[in-house]
């Protein structure tokens, strides 16, 4: 039996979109931004929880793959973290989003591993040396990891669930009679 792939989608699976209509932005860039926007893609190509998309004017979007979250131009507060929470400043790129209009600026706070993950979030956000390409990068990251953890937890939490059913019925099966007293 021969199986055919269905999906004709040449991006499939990869993480890095490119607007067609980015060529022109793009071409104004330096051969070392392109560079990395290239490793950027090969490094991204197997997330499953977030995309960075290239916009005509080449600015990145970091966009959540199952919410309708997408953000650009990313801040973080800059003040040193006492819990694992990230308090972003960002601009709305999202048409369906509960936060306002595309391009309004909003805050959205994201609860990440620890103040670790969020410091080491905020020391390339906040550092005028990394550009937007980098910015949109390690948000990313941090994204794509919190959502694996979350997967994770999710996965563990159902295991459990299904040993404490499977328990349940062994007893019900065993001594499952019911007695009027």
Known sequence: MQVNSINNNQNFGMALRIDPKATE??????????QKLAELGEKIKGYKYVDI?????????VKFKNAGN???NLKIEDKPALDSFA?????NE???S????????VQDTFELSSTWEVESLRKVLNDPKSDSLDKAEKFAE????????????????AAKEAVQKGKVAELMNKFGEFVSI
């Open 25 to 34: 932005a793009l071409q104004g860039k330096s051969a070392n931004y392109l």
């Open 53 to 61: 998309f290239i916009k005509e004017d080449a600015t990145p979007i």
């Open 70 to 72: 997408a953000y650009s």
């Open 87 to 91: 308090r972003i400043t960002a601009t």
């Open 94 to 96: 999202s048409k369906g």
């Open 98 to 105: 509960t936060f306002g209009k595309v391009g309004d600026t």
């Open 142 to 157: 941090v994204i794509e990891n919190r959502g694996i953890r979350q997967a994770k937890a999710a996965a563990e939490k």
